[in-house]
């Protein structure tokens, strides 16, 4: 079972106010945090996302194909979802929409560090 995914950005400060903002939306909250890292999610026994500043002090970047999806709960909720990241500053990099049909309805945008998320429905 995933415990939680960690994102690196350079400016902690904006990334605990994009990434709670946005998951605030979900029902998440600022769950424990330090100088150096925040989690959001419901509790500490069920999965989260971690923002840091990487412990090696080098500049954070995201991955070729790395990408962290969170559910919306409908087609709706992915499409809020979408609204919210990019009001927050986030970039589109791809509008919602049916990618298979019938099973899979998302929406993707970066942050200002040029993480990928993916907001998604299944069915």
Not at 90 to 114: L, S
Request: glycine share 14%; proline share 3%.
């Amino acid at each position: 079972m995933l415990a939680y995914t960690t994102l690196g950005a350079s400016d902690l400060e904006s990334a605990v106010e994009f990434y709670g903002a946005l998951t605030e939306t979900m029902g998440w909250k600022k769950i424990m945090g330090t100088d150096r890292i925040v989690f959001f999610g419901s509790s500490m026994s069920e999965a989260c996302l971690a923002v840091c500043t990487p412990y090696d002090e080098q500049a954070p970047t995201s991955g070729n194909g790395v990408m962290v999806a969170f559910h919306g709960g409908s087609k709706e909720g992915v499409d809020a979802l979408y609204a919210k990241a990019i009001s927050l500053g986030a970039t589109c990099d791809g509008e919602p929409g049916q990618r298979i049909p019938d099973v899979f309805y998302g929406a993707y945008v970066r942050d200002a560090e040029g993480n990928k998320l993916c907001f998604c429905h299944f069915g």
